[in-house]
């Protein structure tokens, strides 16, 4: 599975920004695919997830309300849309699949040890 995420860019607090990963070679039945975000001198974590279907999703409580993910299967992408942006949203994003649980929640819980492919980040910068 390769897996490539665009979309960063520079915003003010406040802003909107829509993230993009583009798939290929994906031949499995079922999976989960997340974004995470990592941070200067921080560790990478969870932002949000969607199984297979994309009918289950599952949000990190700092982002919950403010970011959506959601899937074009015929464009093979999945998207973060990212509102009411905040510095402390700026991180460099990473989508990757999971391909063991296909559940949302599972990758929550396991978070970035528990995915199987990683894209490479793409950083979004908010100022205030």
């Known amino acids: 599975v390769q897996l490539q995420a665009s979309g960063g860019g520079l915003v003010q607090a406040g802003d909107s920004l829509r993230l993009a990963c583009q798939y290929s070679?994906?031949?499995?039945?079922?999976?989960?695919v997340g974004w995470f975000r990592q941070a200067p001198g921080k560790e990478r974590e969870f932002v949000a997830a969607?199984?297979?279907?994309?009918?289950?999703?599952d949000y990190s409580g700092s982002v919950k309300g403010r970011f959506t993910i959601y899937r074009d299967s015929v464009k093979s992408t999945v998207y973060l849309q990212m509102n009411h942006l905040e510095p402390e949203d700026t991180a460099v994003y990473y989508c990757?699949?999971?391909?063991?649980?296909?559940?949302?929640?599972?990758?929550?819980?396991?978070?970035?040890?528990?995915?199987?492919?990683w894209g490479k980040g793409t950083l979004v910068t908010v100022s205030s």
């Open positions: 070679g994906l031949t499995f039945n079922s999976y989960a």
């Open positions: 969607a199984s297979w279907r994309g009918d289950s999703t």
């Open positions: 990757a699949f999971e391909i063991s649980s296909a559940s949302a929640m599972i990758v929550r819980r396991r978070g970035a040890d528990g995915m199987d492919y």
